[in-house]
Structure formats: structure tokens, C-alpha cells
């Protein structure tokens, strides 16, 4: 744990391109710190961050870092569509970038009243646990990702607010009273459910955005089946750009003239028909070049209309489970779309990233505006650590990396920079004349 003495140069140069979103530079201090604190403290709330700042002069308030963080008015909109304005020229002419749409789980089993957070059943960790539910869009081309927005979905209450509302109706109300109060609860029902949005449409509103600022002309998409609809892949198509998603088995497709199941089709390939699935190579994102067999063909889906379907298998002998993967761009070969669906993993590691290093589950508020303010704040520590200058490594554990720099090295890079400013400090406080005492409770108070 390194105490907080100044913001490090790394993160300071790279918010001074968000200084227009905040009024005060006192509270843009604040932010700019918390952001320092959501890469270099191990306990990533607003509390832990807070107990290991250090002021020259006299510390401010916890209560006044919360202010400046999550309640001094500024627009988490704003930063954010800043944010992308930022790394926008990272991703302009610097080869494939593709924008990948997914969500993710930020478990909070300790915190209930956090906002979003509902108790629910977790596929992934197969128990029942709290978590909110986050929505997110990510862009990413060999070298980079990076968020371009984080939204938690508000929980649907509906359901109960019905069994509710169903267990307490009467067939009369004589008292004016009791009628206006059975009126605001269905008023209040009425509005949760007209706020309440799919993790779909969270996402449609998040491609929406992106393609008006129009900072990523060349970006296509890639989705999995939880976020594929018609409205989103529609948008895509009317904005000249394709998009490449993965089809649930139990899809039906229309196969010489009839309506049938596309793992029917795959089964009947691959036990009549072997010979359709050809060996292709396949460049990843992660420069890793994969075999697949693959069958491909152009063929009419209900409501979608005519797409390019590729039937997918690792193995030569087809022994594997197939996967199947949709899209609208009907000129493509099977190997492009597979090679833009390996961007689609960005938004995995994104997540991975930002709950192992900037904070992403930690966000301990309850209020919407305030946890859009952290996570968004998480997804601008992601691309500054990504952004941190590092030299050659004269660290031994660092040489796998073979000259490039890794994220380890990034990280280091910053929290060495946080240890040179507290040296720094706690030798002008000896020149002073300070015991060690005073330095250390300056540094840790007890």
C-alpha cells in the first residue's frame, strides 16, 4: 500500500484531457486522485482510496472527496463522451478495430442497498447471489481496448410490485384515502415499468451514441445471442457498417425450401456431408493463427432476412461441438468472420481488467448518477494505464515479455512514480527537521 502524495505524471497528463468536464480544479484534484487510487490501492472504494491520500497542507474531509467524486454536478455523459473523443485517434488508421457489445456481473453479496444490485441467480458462478448487472461497449484493435461506456441496468421490480398490488386489491374503496394511496401504487408501477430497460436495449442506446459523435468510422460489430435483436442489427446495417454475432443452436434457418433447426442442418453436414467443411487459418486478435472447418453459405433467417451463416468446428474429425455464427455481411469469407469475432474476447478481458485492476466491482454507492460517475471513471483509468510511457525493463520478471510492454509494466511504471513523490516528500520533511514519527503519521496516520 503506497501512500497518495501528489497525482502521478503518468495520470496527470493524461486527465488533463478531461479538465473541461469539472468546475473547480479542487475538484478535479479529488477525481484525479481517485482515479490514481483506483489504479494503485488495493482497496478500490471510495474509503480505502481515501486513507492512503496525503496532503502537503491540511487533509480534506472524506466527505469532501465524496462530494467532488460522485455529487459536485459534473456529467459522467460528458466524461464519457470525452473519453471516447480521447482515445478516438488510438483506433483511427491503426488497422481492424471492431466494437464488441457484452455485460458482466459486479458482485456485491455484502451490499444490498448499493444501486442496481439485486439477488438473483448467477449462471456464471451457478449460485444465487447479489450482483448489478453492467452493459458495456468496447472497442479494440491489436494493441488496445478500451471502454467506451459502462452502464449498470436498473433491476425489474415489476414482478413483484404485481404480486404485490395483486395480493392487496379490494373490490371497493369507501374511503377517498385509501383510493388516492391504491392510485400513487399503480402510478408507481406504471413508471418502473416504463424505466425499466433490457440489457438489449441498453445496448442499442450505447450503439446509438457511438455511431452519432461518429468517432469510429471504420469499427464493425461483434455480439454474442444475448445481445442480437432485430432493431440493433438493423441500426448497424443502416449505418453502412456490418456485425458479426454467435446464433443460439435452436435457431431455425431455411434449408431447401423447409424451416429447420440449424444444429439439425450441422448434424446432417457433418455426418452426410463432411466434405463441406474446409480447413481455414485464422489470424487472432492475439496474433495467435488458429485451423477451423468451417461450412458457410448465404441463406434466409424469420424476421432477419438473407445472412451468411458459418458453421464452425476446432477439430478435423468434427467431433467437437459446432458454434454458429451469424452475419449480415454477405461478401465476406468465413475466415474474416472469424477473425472479427476474435475481437469480440476483448470485452472479457475489459472486464477481467477493470475488476482485477481498476475498480469496476468495487463501486460501493447508492445512487444511480454515482455509480455511472465510478464505472465510467474505471473505464478512463483502463485506457491510462494502457497509455503509460514504460522504457526498456530492467526487471527480471518482465523479460518474457520480449520488449513489449505489458500492463504489469504499466503499472508499475505509475506506482513507481507514486513511491518517487512520497521519497520526495518525506525527504523535504527531514530537511525540515521532522523526527520519523512525523513523517510516518504524515504518511500513515495511526
Not at 413508471?191 to 425499466?196: G, P
Not at 448434424?267 to 495467435?288: A, D, P, W, Y
Not at 505509475?414 to 512525523?438: N, P, W, Y
Request: aromatic content about 10%; glycine content about 6%.
Amino acid at each position: 500500500m503506497l501512500p497518495i502524495t501528489e497525482v502521478p505524471e503518468s495520470i496527470a497528463s493524461g486527465m488533463s484531457n478531461y479538465r473541461n468536464v469539472f468546475c473547480k480544479n479542487e475538484g478535479f484534484q479529488h477525481v484525479s486522485r481517485y482515479v490514481t487510487g483506483l489504479i494503485i490501492s488495493p482497496n478500490k472504494t471510495l474509503q480505502g482510496i481515501y486513507d492512503i491520500q496525503v496532503w502537503k497542507d491540511k487533509k480534506p474531509s472524506r466527505r469532501a472527496m465524496h462530494q467532488s467524486v460522485f455529487e459536485s454536478g459534473w456529467d459522467s455523459d460528458t466524461l464519457i463522451e470525452q473519453h471516447r473523443k480521447v482515445i478516438s485517434s488510438s483506433h483511427r488508421g491503426k488497422g481492424k478495430e471492431i466494437i464488441s457489445l457484452d455485460w458482466t456481473y459486479s458482485h456485491h453479496d455484502r451490499g444490498p442497498e448499493i444501486y442496481g444490485v439485486s439477488k438473483e441467480y448467477d449462471y456464471v458462478e451457478k449460485r444465487t447471489s447479489r450482483f448489478q448487472t453492467i452493459v458495456t461497449a468496447v472497442i479494440s484493435n491489436d494493441n488496445l481496448i478500451d471502454g467506451l461506456d459502462a452502464v449498470v441496468q436498473s433491476p425489474d421490480v415489476c414482478e413483484s410490485e404485481m404480486e404485490y398490488l395483486n395480493m392487496t386489491a379490494r373490490d371497493s374503496y369507501d374511503q377517498m384515502s385509501a383510493l388516492q394511496e391504491r392510485l400513487l401504487e399503480l402510478l408507481h408501477y406504471r413508471k418502473h415499468k416504463l424505466d425499466y430497460k433490457k440489457r438489449t436495449e441498453i445496448a442499442l442506446e450505447m450503439v446509438k451514441q457511438i455511431e452519432q459523435e461518429g468517432l469510429f468510422p471504420s469499427a464493425n460489430y461483434a455480439f454474442d445471442n444475448g445481445v442480437l435483436t432485430l432493431d440493433l442489427t438493423r441500426f448497424i446495417e443502416n449505418q453502412g457498417k456490418h456485425w458479426v454475432s454467435e446464433i443460439e443452436f435452436s435457431r431455425h434457418i431455411n434449408w431447401s425450401g423447409e424451416w429447420q433447426r440449424v444444429d439439425t442442418v450441422s448434424e446432417m453436414l457433418r455426418t452426410e456431408h463432411s466434405e463441406s467443411f474446409r480447413q481455414i487459418k485464422v489470424l487472432c486478435r492475439n496474433g495467435e493463427q488458429r485451423d477451423y472447418w468451417v461450412f458457410s453459405k448465404v441463406l434466409r433467417l424469420k424476421r432477419y432476412g438473407r445472412k451468411r451463416l458459418a458453421i464452425v468446428f476446432e477439430t478435423e474429425d468434427l467431433s467437437d461441438t459446432p458454434r454458429y455464427y451469424l452475419t449480415d455481411a454477405l461478401h465476406w469469407e468465413s475466415g474474416r468472420i472469424l477473425e472479427t469475432w476474435s475481437y469480440r474476447w476483448s470485452s472479457e478481458i475489459f472486464h477481467e481488467f477493470g475488476k482485477q485492476l481498476t475498480g469496476l466491482e468495487s463501486a460501493q454507492v447508492r445512487e444511480e448518477e454515482s455509480v455511472k460517475c465510478h464505472f465510467r471513471l474505471s473505464c478512463v483509468a483502463q485506457s491510462l494505464i494502457q497509455r503509460a510511457s514504460v522504457g526498456k525493463s530492467k526487471c527480471e520478471k518482465f523479460e518474457f515479455s520480449k520488449g513489449k510492454a505489458t500492463i504489469g509494466q504499466r503499472c508499475r511504471k505509475i506506482a513507481r512514480e507514486v513511491l518517487h513523490s512520497m521519497l520526495e516528500l518525506s525527504k523535504r520533511l527531514f530537511m525540515e527537521g521532522k523526527s520519523t514519527d512525523e513523517v510516518l503519521d504524515m504518511l500513515m496516520p495511526a
